[in-house]
């Protein structure tokens, strides 16, 4: 069929707003597609470039979305296809399949390491630097100080990544903190990570990491990155650590300052550029394999840096991780797939998955994520397990955050136990939120939120729909065990033991503290499974203090560097988040120190 010439305006759906494109249509193809907005944003354009380039280029609507940037690459097809229609077209005339996906099976490691069998392109770089989210962009920066010819390759449509989102990051001793009239020493924020994983980790990384902290933030403030304030992160931090980036966003106070400076420094950065391959030979790291402007391309190098945001969206590993992944919730960047560490284990990475340690919550998929945490994270509620016994001291998140998931590793399926005057007194700042806010994790820092009337209404709605029949209502414990297929006579006997404990001002099992301990005693009743929700992994690559890669005899992989939550080998199993921003001031650091040591190997190889 036909398509009549001529220029069609359509709108497509982008991330905040629509966009208005002007299709070209010209002898019975699609020639151009330009934007007609005046406020699109870099990553929209750069969607917009990428994505009618790929439909021009093969004629055909049925093309790959843009890594990390789906929603406007699907407002664009969409659009794309109205102005077929409005033309007279017929859109299965171009709907032929053409896919630029370069994903790989999840089990195939030595996939990675394989020369593709064509190389459209060739590229000769001194360094790569695979992500640029805040690791990936501390260590642009530092290489074009130190004049490294670098290249950094960014799998999404924009940079940033999981720091788009970060809110600041750990420092002691710092001119901010001195300036606030705050006093610790570096040591005690050492003990404290320490004693927070039970001194499991090499303490050498916590020693290296902390001593480097305040040195890291003035090198930061000179690149232009904006802090607002120092404090104890809404008074959860046992020690003031924590410095806010400006705006409580990396997106607002890191990113756009340390992309202009990498760029300033002549260092090139190239997005919706996946790294498809590790060219690994003779036992050395020589560069990687990626897909650029859609074209297989080889980059020679001598040095390779993997930032990549770890495997945080990879339910595959994540299992391999040891957690139960078939309700999970995955809050994290899409693009996370773990490709570092299956590049890492292909050229013989020491594996430290098992051991990683995940930014992990706890979850109802019945009911909205966000501030309301004190129920679900434990504290004054009842957990009891498939056999309807409890299994842990609830109040656990008040050592550390993460703890009140690490329990659920150990059993089939753990349930929250609760009344309804209990939601509506520690769940008042529950916000009811769609599931994308809550994959943004919207409101979570929205302290000051409090309505118990809302908060009711949320979980009526919640009972009502039962989202992945998670939550159930009932008027006695005998018929809430039977909606929920708890053996009855366990489960109930165990309320009423809990309900003494409370009574009595004192757990005889668990030893939670008594302010925690809040009786179940007046109906309705309401059982929720608990379910995990995971933002991102922490760690999996195996490195030595100097970030870099090291085999299970712990010698160096020649050219090969760690960075970021690619690598983190100060946690183990548990991320120490009581000190927060601990996670950002190592992706700081292992950029910036992961270039100063790659620089040593590469002056040496010259």
């Known amino acids: 069929m036909l398509l009549k010439d001529g220029n069609y305006n359509e709108k497509a759906n982008g991330v905040e707003r629509p966009l208005n494109l002007a299709i070209d249509i010209k002898n019975n193809k699609i020639k151009q597609v330009d ?48 102005a077929i229609a409005d033309a007279g077209g017929d859109i299965d005339d171009f709907s032929n399949k053409v896919s630029q996906n370069f994903s790989k099976a999840d089990d195939d490691y030595d996939s990675w390491i394989r020369e593709p069998q064509k190389i459209e392109k060739t590229i000769q770089t001194d360094l790569v630097i695979v992500g640029s989210g805040i690791s990936g962009l501390s260590a642009a920066v530092q290489a074009g100080q130190d004049k490294i010819k670098t290249l950094v390759l960014e799998k999404n449509g924009f940079v940033g990544g999981n720091g788009s989102g970060v809110k600041g990051m750990m420092s002691a001793e710092t001119k901010m903190q001195k300036k606030a009239g705050i006093t610790f020493k570096k040591e005690e924020v050492v003990r404290n990570e320490l004693e927070t994983i039970q001194y499991q980790a090499d303490g050498s990384f916590w020693v290296d990491l902390v001593n480097h902290t305040a040195d890291n933030i003035d090198w930061l403030i000179d690149q232009g990155v904006q802090f607002d304030r120092v404090d104890d992160y809404h008074h959860t931090c046992p020690l003031p650590t924590f410095h806010w980036f400006k705006g409580g966003r990396g997106a607002i106070g890191y990113i756009p300052f340390m992309k202009k400076k990498a760029e300033e420094l002549g260092v090139k950065i190239s997005t919706s550029s996946p790294v498809t391959g590790l060219i690994f030979k003779d036992k050395t790291v020589k560069g990687v394999y990626a897909s650029i402007d859609d074209q297989v391309v080889k980059i020679n190098a001598k040095a390779v840096i993997f930032a990549s945001g770890g495997f945080g969206q990879n339910r595959a590993l994540i299992k391999k991780e040891g957690w139960n992944t078939d ?59 498939q056999d309807g016994v409890s299994f842990t001291d609830e109040s656990i998140t008040d050592r550390n955050a993460i703890l009140q ?44 939120h409090h309505d118990s009337t809302q908060a009711l209404a949320i979980l009526d709605k919640a009972v009502k729909t039962n989202k992945g029949n998670s939550l159930f209502e009932a008027d006695t414990l005998e018929e809430l065990a039977g909606k929920s297929g708890l053996p009855k006579d366990e ?47 922490i760690g999996g690559i195996g490195e030595n203090r100097h970030f870099e890669v090291v085999d299970d005899k712990w010698n160096k992989i020649p050219g090969l560097y760690a960075a970021g939550i690619d690598s983190a080998m100060q946690y183990k199993n548990i991320y120490t988040i009581n000190l927060g921003g601990s996670c950002c001031a190592h992706c700081v650091n292992s950029g910036r120190y992961s270039v100063k040591n790659a620089k040593k190997y590469i002056e040496k190889l010259a």
């Open 327 to 385: 309700n999970m919730l995955f809050v994290g960047m899409t693009g996370s797939t773990g490709d570092a560490y299956k590049m890492a284990l292909a050229a013989g990475a020491k594996d430290t998955l098992e051991n990683s340690a995940p930014l992990i919550t706890n979850f109802v998929q019945a009911l909205p994520l966000g501030n309301g945490r004190d129920l679900l994270a434990g504290g004054p509620a009842l957990w009891v397990n």
């Open 491 to 537: 489960f109930t006997n165990e309320v009423k033991k809990y309900n003494e404990f409370c009574q009595n001002g004192e757990d005889k099992e668990f030893g939670k503290a008594k302010k925690y301990l809040v009786p179940i005693e007046k109906g309705p009743y309401y059982i929720a499974r608990l379910n995990q929700s995971l933002a991102i992994s």
């Open 35 to 82: 934007n007609k907005s005046t406020d699109i944003s870099d990553l929209e354009q750069g969607t917009l470039d990428k994505m009618s380039q790929r439909i021009i280029d093969n004629q055909s609507v049925n093309v790959d979305t843009v890594s990390g940037a789906t929603i406007s690459s699907k407002g664009i097809i969409s659009a794309i296809k109205q």
């Open 405 to 448: 998931s690490q329990p659920f590793k150990s059993i089939k399926n753990g349930y929250l136990v609760f009344s309804r005057e209990m939601f509506a007194k520690y769940e008042d700042n529950l916000q009811d939120l769609s599931e994308e806010e809550q994959k943004s994790m919207k409101g979570i820092d929205d302290m000051n």
